[in-house]
């Protein structure tokens, strides 16, 4: 079925941006891991369009945004450990689930709720506008690399949505990690920028879910997230992981730490941060050339490694 158009609002606007979403809107907007797609929380039609646009299977949750520690208290029952862990490291790339607060919160009919706190300037004020908590998954269709710069984002979804917020392009470049705070001892979910060593500091009983089926779409095990039994991340392009570049083929795409040769499109990484930042954009110049191979080098030990597996082993399972 084709789509209807819609008249897109761009702005550097966060009031502007705010104003459109109050009024049942969808918005971009830019957060610190990658660009966003926001409803307000508590308007269940405007959630439910995002589902349609960016073809989102509907038992997949959407991560709340909201401005600080008070406004996410309002929307879920943060226990002790979850305090210990916002009040460190958000705001920021983390997400929490809590059991919900509010039962009108837009949450696909689950009991619990996950919450983010966002550091980017632009999305912090675009919140404090809103005023309400914002809905919102990555910006990307479902199942693709999630997007990193406004240039894709213009691409993709001009005349879909109601408005397009301009500001700090997102630095991480992958999605928050995520922990269920419901369970005792908390689980980590999804691997981040903040990683599990920082995070066992102040919390030593966090659990990682490491059954390799329960990342994987299995119909026997209910998975914790809903989000993880999905195909994640992936370009068109066949993704390839593997421990040195030596053997890339002149036609392929690389990225990694140590070139032996320049191939037709490549983006040399000096950290994993660096790598963090600049994958999915990888991916996305990968398809948009028409590159048939993409290769990974396989991250660099410590911070950032098991963020940057996940992503890549998911893109990479086809
Ligand atoms: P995204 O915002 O697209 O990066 O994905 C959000 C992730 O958080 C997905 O993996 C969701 O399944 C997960 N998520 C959102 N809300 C919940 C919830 N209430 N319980 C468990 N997982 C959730
Ligand atoms: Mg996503």
């Known amino acids: 079925m084709p789509e209807n158009k819609v008249n897109t609002l761009i702005t550097d606007s966060p009031l502007e941006a705010a104003k459109v979403l ?11 891991t990658v660009y966003g797609i926001g409803a307000s929380a508590f308007d269940h039609k405007a959630c439910r369009r995002i589902y349609e646009v960016k073809k989102r299977p509907s038992d997949n949750p959407l991560i709340l945004h909201v401005e600080n520690i008070a406004a996410l208290k309002v929307c879920a029952s943060v226990n002790p450990a979850g305090e210990l ?22 949450t696909a009919d689950l009991k619990t709720v996950a919450v983010r706190i966002p550091s980017n300037p632009t999305a912090h004020s675009f919140l404090e506008f809103c005023n309400v908590p914002v809905a919102a998954p990555s910006a990307n269709l479902s199942g693709k690399p999630s997007l990193t710069k406004m240039e894709y984002i213009l691409e993709e979804f001009s005349g879909k949505v109601d408005c397009i917020l301009k500001g700090e392009e997102p630095k991480i ?5 995520v922990i269920d705070f419901t ?14 060593q920082d995070l066992k500091e102040i919390l030593p009983e966090l659990q990682v879910l490491i059954s390799k089926d329960k990342t994987q779409n299995t119909s026997t095990d209910a998975p914790i997230s809903p989000g993880l039994k999905y195909r994640h991340y992936a370009p068109v392009c066949k993704v390839i992981l593997t421990e040195s570049l030596e053997n890339v083929p002149q036609d ?9 040769k320049d191939v037709t ?19 996305v110049e990968c ?10 080098e396989i991250p660099k030990e410590g911070r950032g490694k098991d963020a940057l597996l996940n992503r890549i082993t998911k893109a990479a399972s086809k």
């Not at 470049?173 to 990690?177: F, L, N, Q, R, V």
């Not at 369970?183 to 599990?196: E, H, T």
């Not at 948009?288 to 290769?295: G, L, M, N, S």
Request: aromatic share 20%; charged share 20%.
């Open 22 to 32: 109050l009024r049942g809107g969808l918005v971009i907007f830019p957060t610190e």
């Open 85 to 106: 862990v916002f009040q460190k490291f958000s705001p920021g790339a983390i997400t929490g689930i809590f059991s919900k607060k509010d039962p009108n919160l837009f």
């Open 173 to 177: 470049g992958i999605e928050s990690t």
């Open 183 to 196: 369970s005792d001892p908390p689980i980590l979910l999804r691997p981040g920028f903040v990683d599990f």
């Open 252 to 260: 392929a795409a690389q990225i990694g730490f140590q070139f032996y």
């Open 265 to 283: 499109y490549q983006i040399q990484v000096f950290t994993n941060e660096d790598y963090m930042q600049f994958l999915y954009s990888f991916f």
């Open 287 to 296: 398809d948009r050339r028409k590159i048939a191979e993409a290769y990974c």
